[in-house]
């Protein structure tokens, strides 16, 4: 099925229709971009397709809430489907190419394989969410074989993941190369995410103290702070400052997110923690 709307933008939902219409920019000599997406996009998805768009001649987005990526008391049902505006956004965005497959075309009966990054998957937002990083290596996967393009992009946002990928398109030879965004950030520092939506308008006052905390904390370790001090006092100024309970602050390695004790280059700050019903997770460099 392809149906265009106002623009220029065409959305597929099946495979077929995706790689003929590839193909054909191929038979023309045309770059390719893919910004793979959940939807219920915002300023951060759109920062994605505007560096993608400087990047290659042609971009295909991606809009799939992926099932294999929520564990079973986890948000699938409740994440955010908002595609007529998505579809509006990416239009208006000159993106080229909408790829929005539904759940079967994805997973057909019978769909028996997985892809897993051992190691850098199963800890941070891996030991909090088990399974999460085998259902997005494994989506990922599938998208970067379907449009087989130049570039793909992803941010930084989701920093953990960002490396997941990197790894996996090393591992598995995919011709590739895996562009990280930084995080676009709201004016009082709140990382955008589709999951802000379900803050109430008291927890998104308070959800800010995210960024000021890690940010403070980064300051601290890289003015010559003890780690374990620096993210101890990080844990607790986000208790205090209204988060339910903190899964994690850490000080990471920026490539391959080893544990530190001491500060090396790169080094990254990660931290999950929850505001009411909704869990965000934010990162600095130090
Ligand atoms: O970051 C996301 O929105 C998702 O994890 C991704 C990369 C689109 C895979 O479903």
Same mark, same amino acid.
């Given at each position: 099925?392809?149906?265009?709307?106002?623009?220029?933008?065409? &959305?597929?939902?099946?495979? #077929?229709? /995706?790689?003929?219409?590839?193909?054909?920019?191929?038979?023309?000599?045309?770059?390719?971009?893919?910004?793979? !997406?959940?939807?219920?996009?915002?300023?951060?998805?759109?920062? /994605?397709?505007?560096?993608?768009? $400087?990047? =290659?001649?042609? %971009?295909?987005?991606?809009?799939?809430?992926?099932? $294999?990526?929520?564990?079973? $008391? #986890?948000?699938?049902?409740?994440?955010?489907?908002?595609?007529?505006?998505?579809? #509006?956004?990416?239009?208006?965005?000159? %993106?080229?190419? /909408?790829? @929005?497959?539904?759940?079967?075309?994805?997973?057909?009966?019978?769909?028996?394989?997985? %892809?897993?990054?051992?190691?850098?998957?199963?800890?941070?937002?891996?030991?909090?969410?088990?399974?999460?990083?085998?259902?997005?290596?494994?989506? %990922?996967?599938?998208?970067?074989?379907?449009?087989?393009?130049?570039?793909? /992009?992803?941010?930084?946002?989701?920093?953990?993941?960002?490396?997941?990928?990197?790894?996996?398109?090393?591992?598995?030879? *995919?011709?590739?190369?895996? *562009?990280?965004?930084?995080?676009?950030?709201?004016?009082?520092?709140?990382?955008?995410?589709?999951?802000?939506?379900?803050?109430?308008?008291? #927890?998104?006052?308070? @959800?800010?103290?995210?960024? $000021?905390?890690?940010?403070?904390?980064?300051?601290?370790?890289? &003015?010559?702070?003890?780690? =374990?001090?620096?993210?101890?006092?990080?844990?607790?100024?986000?208790?205090? &400052?209204?988060?339910?309970?903190?899964?994690?602050?850490?000080?990471?390695?920026?490539?391959?997110?080893?544990?530190?004790?001491?500060?090396? !280059?790169?080094?990254?700050?990660?931290?999950? &923690?929850?505001?009411?019903? !909704?869990?965000? *997770?934010?990162?600095?460099?130090?």
């Amino acid at each position: 099925m392809a149906s265009t709307y106002a623009g220029a933008l065409v &959305a597929v939902r099946d495979v #077929e229709s /995706l790689r003929r219409r590839i193909q054909a920019w191929r038979r023309e000599g045309r770059s390719v971009a893919l910004v793979p !997406t959940m939807g219920a996009l915002h300023k951060g998805h759109m920062t /994605l397709m505007d560096r993608a768009q $400087k990047m =290659a001649d042609r %971009v295909v987005a991606t809009i799939f809430v992926n099932p $294999k990526q929520f564990g079973p $008391k #986890e948000d699938f049902t409740a994440y955010p489907r908002r595609e007529h505006d998505d579809f #509006e956004m990416l239009n208006t965005g000159g %993106v080229h190419l /909408l790829f @929005a497959p539904d759940v079967a075309a994805m997973y057909p009966n019978g769909f028996a394989t997985g %892809v897993s990054v051992a190691g850098i998957s199963e800890q941070l937002d891996g030991a909090h969410r088990p399974g999460h990083f085998d259902g997005v290596a494994t989506v %990922v996967t599938k998208l970067l074989l379907q449009v087989l393009p130049d570039i793909a /992009l992803f941010g930084e946002k989701d920093y953990q993941q960002l490396m997941v990928i990197r790894r996996l398109v090393s591992d598995l030879n *995919i011709p590739v190369d895996i *562009i990280g965004v930084p995080t676009v950030r709201e004016t009082d520092g709140l990382a955008m995410s589709s999951r802000n939506a379900y803050l109430t308008p008291e #927890e998104r006052a308070q @959800a800010p103290a995210l960024y $000021k905390i890690i940010t403070t904390a980064a300051a601290a370790i890289a &003015a010559g702070g003890d780690i =374990a001090q620096a993210t101890m006092a990080a844990r607790a100024d986000l208790l205090a &400052a209204g988060f339910a309970s903190v899964d994690y602050v850490e000080v990471r390695h920026g490539e391959t997110l080893a544990p530190l004790t001491v500060r090396v !280059t790169p080094a990254r700050l990660l931290a999950a &923690a929850h505001m009411g019903r !909704t869990r965000l *997770i934010d990162n600095v460099a130090i």
